[in-house]
């Protein structure tokens, strides 16, 4: 699996005496790629579930804090779930829908994580075509046969 949401690493300012402290990355993205199809990184998948994913630490265990939230200005938020999912560098997750009449293009999705916001872009493909155009030859339909 490969995780190319933004990954943003906070570090401590390192004192002339000690060694500086590296902090737990926080990654956000929206989908995460599968066994079976990849490319789905940051790219909307119209018609499909499409999930918004973050890691943030500090919360209760291997949880994100219930304070993280998600944002982006193209796309509904849905049903949060804190807790770490199997095979996917996130732990925190929420469902999220296209907002209606959104362009394809790329945008901003953000994490407010234990109150700093962290954002990766993502990408939202054109519609396919849906409908099959009048007069178009169909498979079974006898339309090819001579």
């Not at 469902?95 to 953000?110: F, K, R």
């Amino acid at each position: 699996m490969v995780a190319i949401g933004a990954t943003v690493l906070a570090g401590a300012s390192a004192g002339f005496a000690q060694q500086p402290e590296a902090d737990p990355g926080v990654t956000v993205q929206l989908n995460d790629d599968t066994a079976y199809e990849l490319g789905l990184v940051n790219k909307y998948v119209h018609g499909d579930s499409n999930v918004a994913l973050a890691r943030c630490p500090g919360g209760d265990g291997l949880k994100a804090p219930a304070s993280t939230t998600f944002s982006s200005p193209v796309l509904g938020i849905g049903k949060y779930d804190y807790g770490p999912l199997i095979g996917v560098p996130a732990n925190v997750s929420a469902e999220v829908e296209l907002n209606d009449g959104t362009a394809p293009g790329s945008y901003p999705l953000t994490v407010n994580c234990n109150g700093k916001s962290y954002t990766a872009t993502f990408t939202v493909p054109p519609r396919q075509v849906s409908a099959v155009p009048s007069g178009a030859a169909q498979a079974g339909d006898g339309s090819m046969a001579s």
